[in-house]
């Protein structure tokens, strides 16, 4: 075991050690440069999304709005709430600054990766579409590179459906437990009949479920911290230099200084936004929409929800308050969060912020889980291989919720993430002249006075796609 757990801290260490954040953050500076700063000249139309106009027509579809929420609910989570909290004690309010700046960089990178997995999607029997990476591999690169698609889909299978659902069932026993006093056991077994009840249903439900849960808790988790900066309205220009300040170095709040706080921010943002990881473009694909490139868009707005609106509403509550000490030990994560939250607006504030975890992790094991299915897809359709897929993730999220040391088992979830995210970079970097082709397309469109561009499946008949997948277009 021991050796297991060497080689596996190896493998950390040689990707979210030293070389994957800095490859993340350089990939998604030469995205944003080379699209000439795609996602900020489509800023005004990523709000769309919100009115569900931009669905093809398929009233059974998975909407763009539905895949929206869902990934969002799969970013949103405990790095919103105790990751953020973590940054702020190791890298100062300074790290804030560096979370904002990958964020902006990693939505063109999410927009990339997400209109890539539109393109390449699939449909299935059903009806509905997968796609995601390992597709994009297959499809894009050529079927010479499947192996390179299933160690992708093995390594998101493991870190995301295992492992961080085991994590996610612990963290929401623990906040049932430590706030209401109820016993893990009863968490244990209502949270695993009703994600059973939800990942038997398929992407539909999980689309339908996402689409009244994530508005809920990111609506509640935003409107609280409003009136906690709305309280605190005079301390904000304070706050703001504070975080700047100490990001460039000017101001020392915790030992390291500037390395520390961009250290932090750019590794906790992207734990957070997971633009680049390769996850989201899973989600991405079930979306029925008229061109991959307003998919992109919509899941490059994704992460500016995650971390630029929910990542801030986390800082601010703890930067305005009197509970972070700049240097200090001893409180950092989720307590930090809600020690200063009760500090604002009193004692029953820590149940709020309990049934917002709550809702966060939910959210967090239906999207792991479908990320697992899809992965599974890729290798095997058989029947019985998801039927036990599903067993076996109702299961962990089982054992993480009564048994919480058993989570230490998955110690081999982050460098599983790493490994699929290097696989994502080096596909997304031989296939960006595809995606640029695809920006091309969509821009050339919007100039000719089309409102809502659509994908002309002639325009692309050189490459793999399925045609299935968008012959409707040809009659819009």
Same mark, same amino acid.
């Given at each position: 075991?021991?050796?297991?757990?060497?080689?596996?801290?190896?493998?950390?260490d040689l990707? #979210?050690?030293?070389?994957?954040?800095?490859?993340?953050?350089?990939?998604?500076?030469f995205?944003?440069?080379?699209?000439?700063?795609v996602?900020?000249?489509f800023?005004?139309?990523m709000?769309?999304?919100?009115?569900?106009?931009n669905?093809?027509?398929?009233?059974n579809?998975?909407?763009?709005?539905e895949?929206?929420?869902?990934?969002?609910?799969?970013?949103?989570?405990?790095?919103?709430?105790?990751?953020v909290?973590?940054?702020?004690?190791?890298?100062?309010p300074?790290?804030?600054?560096w979370? #904002?700046?990958?964020?902006?960089?990693?939505?063109?990178?999410?927009?990339?990766?997400?209109?890539?997995?539109?393109?390449?999607?699939?449909?299935?029997?059903?009806?509905?579409? =997968?796609?995601?990476?390992?597709?994009?591999? %297959?499809?894009?690169?050529?079927?010479?590179?499947? #192996?390179l698609?299933?160690?992708?889909?093995?390594?998101?299978?493991a870190?995301?459906?295992?492992?961080?659902?085991?994590?996610?069932?612990?963290?929401?026993?623990?906040?049932?437990?430590?706030?209401?006093?109820?016993?893990?056991?009863?968490?244990g077994?209502?949270?695993t009949?009703?994600?059973?009840?939800?990942?038997?249903?398929?992407i =539909?439900?999980?689309?339908?479920?996402s689409?009244?849960?994530?508005?809920?808790?990111?609506?509640?988790?935003?409107?609280?911290?409003?009136?906690?900066?709305?309280?605190?309205?005079?301390e904000?220009?304070?706050?703001?230099?504070?975080?700047?300040?100490?990001?460039?170095?000017?101001?020392?709040?915790?030992?390291?200084?500037m390395?520390?706080?961009?250290?932090?921010?750019?590794?906790?943002?992207?734990f957070?936004?997971?633009?680049?990881?390769g996850?989201?473009?899973?989600?991405?694909a079930?979306?029925?929409?008229?061109?991959?490139?307003?998919?992109?868009?919509t899941q490059?707005?994704s992460?500016?929800?995650d971390?630029?609106?929910?990542?801030?509403?986390t800082?601010?509550?703890?930067?305005?308050?009197?509970?972070?000490?700049?240097?200090?030990?001893?409180?950092?994560? %989720?307590?930090?969060?809600?020690?200063?939250?009760?500090?604002?607006?009193?004692?029953?504030v820590k149940?709020?912020?309990?049934a917002?975890?709550?809702?966060?992790?939910?959210?967090?094991? %239906?999207?792991?889980?479908?990320?697992g299915?899809?992965?599974?897809s890729?290798?095997?359709?058989?029947?019985?291989?998801?039927h036990?897929?599903?067993?076996?993730?109702?299961?962990?999220?089982?054992?993480?919720?009564?048994?919480?040391?058993?989570?230490?088992?998955?110690?081999?979830?982050?460098?599983?993430?790493?490994?699929l995210?290097?696989?994502?970079?080096?596909?997304?970097?031989?296939?960006?002249?595809?995606?640029?082709?695809?920006?091309?397309?969509?821009?050339?469109?919007?100039?000719?006075?089309?409102?809502?561009p659509?994908?002309?499946?002639?325009?692309?008949?050189?490459?793999? %796609?399925?045609v299935t997948? #968008?012959n409707?277009?040809?009659?819009?």
């Amino acid at each position: 075991m021991e050796f297991i757990k060497s080689f596996f801290g190896t493998v950390g260490d040689l990707t #979210w050690g030293w070389s994957l954040i800095p490859f993340l953050v350089i990939i998604g500076i030469f995205f944003t440069i080379v699209t000439g700063f795609v996602q900020f000249r489509f800023f005004g139309r990523m709000f769309r999304v919100l009115s569900g106009k931009n669905q093809s027509g398929d009233p059974n579809a998975i909407s763009a709005r539905e895949a929206l929420l869902v990934s969002v609910g799969g970013r949103v989570g405990g790095g919103n709430i105790a990751g953020v909290a973590v940054a702020i004690t190791l890298g100062g309010p300074g790290a804030v600054f560096w979370m #904002w700046a990958v964020a902006l960089v990693g939505m063109a990178t999410s927009l990339v990766e997400c209109s890539l997995a539109q393109l390449y999607k699939r449909r299935t029997p059903d009806g509905q579409f =997968r796609g995601g990476p390992a597709r994009s591999i %297959i499809h894009g690169l050529g079927p010479q590179f499947k #192996w390179l698609a299933v160690l992708y889909a093995v390594c998101l299978i493991a870190a995301f459906a295992l492992g961080f659902n085991a994590f996610q069932g612990n963290t929401v026993a623990g906040a049932a437990q430590d706030s209401m006093g109820i016993d893990r056991l009863y968490t244990g077994i209502g949270l695993t009949i009703i994600t059973g009840f939800i990942v038997y249903g398929g992407i =539909r439900r999980i689309a339908k479920v996402s689409d009244v849960i994530v508005p809920v808790m990111a609506v509640g988790y935003i409107a609280m911290a409003l009136i906690v900066i709305i309280i605190n309205i005079g301390e904000i220009p304070a706050v703001l230099y504070s975080i700047v300040a100490n990001a460039f170095g000017w101001e020392e709040a915790v030992g390291g200084g500037m390395g520390a706080a961009i250290a932090q921010g750019l590794r906790r943002g992207l734990f957070s936004n997971e633009a680049g990881l390769g996850s989201a473009p899973n989600v991405a694909a079930t979306a029925d929409v008229r061109h991959p490139i307003s998919q992109g868009i919509t899941q490059s707005f994704s992460v500016f929800i995650d971390t630029i609106i929910i990542c801030s509403c986390t800082a601010f509550v703890i930067l305005l308050g009197d509970v972070y000490v700049p240097g200090a030990e001893g409180i950092d994560g %989720i307590v930090l969060t809600q020690q200063s939250m009760v500090n604002h607006l009193g004692e029953w504030v820590k149940y709020f912020l309990t049934a917002a975890i709550l809702l966060f992790a939910f959210s967090s094991i %239906i999207y792991n889980y479908y990320l697992g299915e899809n992965a599974l897809s890729v290798m095997t359709d058989h029947p019985a291989s998801l039927h036990i897929l599903r067993i076996v993730v109702m299961g962990l999220v089982f054992l993480g919720a009564v048994a919480p040391e058993a989570t230490s088992v998955f110690f081999f979830s982050d460098p599983m993430m790493g490994i699929l995210a290097v696989v994502n970079l080096l596909a997304l970097m031989m296939l960006f002249p595809i995606a640029m082709r695809l920006l091309t397309d969509f821009r050339q469109q919007l100039k000719a006075g089309v409102e809502r561009p659509v994908l002309h499946v002639k325009d692309y008949s050189d490459l793999d %796609i399925d045609v299935t997948a #968008w012959n409707h277009n040809e009659n819009k």
